[in-house]
């Protein structure tokens, strides 16, 4: 049952060939002997209940193709039921007292909550090793990474834990798990999905979307979390759209931009043959490959770790031991409180976010780092614009290399940024990008690590990219091969 697609699933529920109670005690059992680290909360009884609200819901025919579809949240996603730690020790215990708007728009259709999905602290990582509650492993292989920060929702899918997760992608984090865990994730324009109840990183750049195994399933669960939320000041008001709506046009005549910039020195040649071999089947297909250039990639990493940084050490002052979260047992007065809390609530990579973002921020740097950053931020959005004038949508690679083995970069955080390269420029732009799984590298250790294509569109353009990715997994079958 577990192989299934959600597609496959909802068919199922709806012919009442499965009720949700059974598909959820499934995916449950599974949950329960996996030990992958992907979730930091399961809770049976929790999910049972919202399994038999669903199944009541099919037998009375009040449904969306989504009732009774068993789904997993990202830790960044706030829940009134489940705990919601961000990966943090900071919030450990935490239970919200509202659901983010995510969140209770899956509930509102029906879907079945299976739990709370391991991440890296606070979003901030690449390969899911910076959570309190300890890293989560590649079904691939479990000596390595599953990717970050959305790594516990890419290996949960990847394991078929769930047939649906939702994630965030502040630089990469939906797009690079999906990639190293073998799934299809994508990131919509900025503004598509609330940030209302998703934990906060950093505020531009923040942007939820779904990791499942097929670009199908992606368009129903983009269907579901999309639109205009008052609560959150940065939702873009647009009308409701069916991103499943041209999942079966022709892709003859397409044009793909290849950039240069990504295919330079750096990108491992197992990479490079899968990414390249999925370019010729999508030649085959009809499709125009264009070389294009995307020249200031390579200033998006230090643009990058400076603005996210930034608005990190903004968002995060809220964690002060006085109004949630994690207070200091002991200490002498109220400097030694905060100060005691949060070097006890945050972990390494938190702490080096917060103190970078207070430099760049502070006064006679802002200047220097901040400001320039922004304008740069600026240029990195024109040369996608160029870009778009030659081609409709642009292919690449999503990493430079294939997972890497846990441990390798953990002490390493700028190994750690590097890494995140293909990914960065497409977030600061604010524009949709996904992956898709397209083969397999060795890495360097001749072990099986999957590999993924990035695609990326234009704003507003999910419906298209969606389509050029439907379309690749009807002609190929990376999408259907899970781990053993
Ligand atoms: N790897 C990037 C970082 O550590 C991106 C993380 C993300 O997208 N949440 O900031």
Not at 39 to 60: G, K, P, S
Not at 85 to 112: C, I, K
């Amino acid at each position: 049952m577990h192989t299934h697609s959600l597609k496959q699933l909802s068919a199922l529920l709806q012919s009442k060939q499965v009720s949700a109670t059974e598909l959820a005690t499934h995916y449950l059992n599974r949950i329960e002997t996996s030990h992958l680290n992907a979730f930091t909360h399961v809770d049976r009884t929790l999910t049972l209940a919202q399994a038999a609200i669903a199944d009541q819901r099919l037998a009375q025919g009040d449904v969306s193709a989504l009732t009774g579809v068993p789904i997993a949240h990202k830790d960044i996603f706030v829940t009134r039921d489940w705990r919601s730690t961000a990966g943090s020790r900071m919030l450990e215990n935490y239970v919200s007292p509202f659901n983010a708007t995510v969140v209770e728009l899956f509930n509102q259709a029906g879907t079945v909550t299976l739990g709370k999905l391991n991440c890296d602290e606070f979003a901030m990582g690449s390969g899911n090793e910076n959570s309190y509650f300890g890293a989560v492993k590649n079904p691939w292989d479990i000596t390595a990474v599953p990717g970050g920060s959305s790594g516990g929702s890419a290996a949960a899918i990847a394991a078929r834990l769930a047939p649906a997760a939702t994630g965030t992608d502040t630089g990469g984090s939906i797009r690079q798990p999906a990639a190293f865990c073998g799934v299809t994730g994508i990131k919509p324009t900025y503004g598509s999905v609330s940030r209302f109840g998703m934990i906060a990183f950093a505020s531009s750049l923040d942007q939820g979307g779904p990791i499942a195994q097929t670009a199908e399933d992606c368009s129903w669960l983009l269907n579901t979390m999309t639109g205009f939320d008052e609560k959150d000041s940065t939702s873009v008001q647009r009308d409701k759209e069916d991103f499943s709506r041209d999942l079966n046009q022709d892709i003859k005549g397409l044009r793909i931009g290849v950039p240069r910039e990504f295919f330079g020195e750096g990108l491992a040649k197992d990479v490079e043959q899968a990414v390249r071999a999925a370019l010729a089947e999508y030649e085959k297909m009809g499709a125009i490959l264009v070389d294009i250039s995307l020249p200031k990639t390579e200033l998006s990493i230090p643009v990058y770790y400076i603005i996210a940084p930034a608005e990190a050490s903004s968002n995060l002052s809220r964690f002060d031991g006085v109004r949630y979260g994690h207070r200091a047992a002991e200490y002498k007065d109220l400097n030694d409180m905060y100060r005691k809390t949060r070097t006890e609530g945050f972990g390494d990579e938190v702490k080096r976010r917060i103190l970078t973002g207070a430099y760049v921020l502070s006064h006679g740097y802002y200047d220097a780092y901040y400001l320039q950053a922004q304008k740069i931020r600026r240029l990195i959005a024109q040369d996608f614009q160029a870009a778009f004038e030659q081609c409709d949508v642009i292919m690449g690679p999503v990493a430079p290399t294939v997972a890497w083995d846990l441990g390798d970069k953990s002490d390493d955080p700028v190994a750690n940024y590097l890494a995140d390269i293909f990914t960065l420029s497409t977030s600061l732009a604010g524009l949709p990008g996904m992956s898709i799984p397209c083969g397999f590298g060795q890495g360097e250790k001749n072990s099986k690590r999957p590999v993924g294509l990035q695609i990326i569109g234009n704003y507003f353009a999910e419906a298209k990219l969606l389509n050029v990715a439907h379309q690749f997994q009807q002609a190929t079958d990376w999408h259907t091969k899970a781990p053993e």
